[in-house]
């Protein structure tokens, strides 16, 4: 895919949909409409779309702005990585990568569907006017949750919910460097196995050739109910991160976790709403 904003437009903003539960998509609707807000016609929007068809996928959404394209990532996954995921795709995870880039000579900010923004992070406004050619971005997370790429990846804890490319960033080969360099670490050829490993690969590779970039907790929380999340949306927007699983089999605090994601969910979305400007008011 080699969509770019037009001449002049700062920013391209993507997001990857698959077929997860109905809060999901209402989380994706409001971050549709919390980027746009923010951005306006001045950036180009796409949603990279997979497990569920693009129909499908924008009526689960509802109404968003007609400048958003909707693309079909069913097969957009690069071969070398889908060959490290396996058939299964490490069980749904490595579609952030499919397909590598959507505007590859704008700045791209990839964020997930349930990280909703209403106001621009300072780190974000920053990343965009960096000098270094190569600087990368992520947000901040509570704890660094890496996994098999742990040892080649910053101290600082980093979250993928957030992404940011600058123009021209050469992200196959920066991810191959990232899977050899393991690959030699190991031994062994790599085979990838978790949402951890895929966080991880995309840490590893965004700091191999200049500082990796941080959108701040306090600006873009990692938001949930659960201890260490954040309670709390942050000063410029929340990833809630756990939202789009239909149902969690475990409990908290003696109370199913299922309620308490749901109880939370409730209190924010009415202020959400207010905050990005959705075109739908919570019903």
């Keep these: 895919m080699n969509g770019n904003p037009a001449p002049g437009r700062p920013a391209g903003i993507r997001w990857t949909m698959g077929d997860v539960g109905?809060?999901?998509f209402e989380a994706l609707r409001l971050s549709i409409w919390g980027a746009w807000n923010i951005f306006g016609s001045d950036a180009a929007y796409t949603v990279c779309v997979n497990t569920v068809s693009l129909d499908q996928a924008r009526a689960r959404t509802g109404r968003v702005p007609d400048a958003v394209?909707?693309?079909?990532?069913?097969?957009a996954l690069p071969g070398f990585l889908r060959g490290?995921?396996?058939?299964?795709?490490?069980?749904?995870?490595?579609w952030k990568l499919a397909p590598l880039r959507c505007f590859p000579h704008a700045h791209e900010i990839s964020l997930d569907n349930d990280c909703i923004l209403w106001r621009l992070p300072p780190s974000i406004e920053a990343w965009i006017q960096e000098r270094h050619p190569n600087a990368c971005l992520m947000a901040e997370d509570v704890t660094a949750c890496y996994g098999q790429f742990a040892s080649q990846c910053p101290r600082e804890p980093r979250n993928a919910g957030i992404r940011g490319l600058p123009p021209g960033f050469d992200l196959d080969a920066a991810l191959r460097e990232a899977i050899a360099l393991r690959e030699?670490?190991?031994?062994?050829?790599?085979?990838?196995?978790?949402?951890?490993?895929?966080?991880?690969?995309?840490?590893?590779?965004?700091?191999?050739?200049?500082?990796?970039?941080a959108v701040a907790l306090r600006e873009v929380a990692v938001c949930s109910p659960f201890h260490p999340h954040l309670p709390e949306p942050g000063e410029c927007g929340a990833h809630f991160v756990g939202l789009n699983t239909r149902h969690i089999a475990w409990d908290y605090h003696g109370r199913p976790a299922d309620t308490c994601m749901a109880e939370h969910w409730e209190r924010l979305r009415p202020e959400l709403y207010r905050l990005t400007g959705a075109a739908c008011t919570p019903q």
């Design 22 to 24: 109905e809060r999901g």
């Design 84 to 94: 490290l995921f396996g058939p299964g795709m490490a069980e749904g995870v490595g």
């Design 69 to 75: 394209a909707w693309h079909d990532a069913t097969r």
């Design 184 to 213: 030699r670490e190991a031994g062994a050829p790599l085979h990838l196995e978790s949402e951890l490993d895929e966080q991880g690969l995309q840490a590893a590779a965004l700091s191999l050739r200049a500082p990796l970039r």
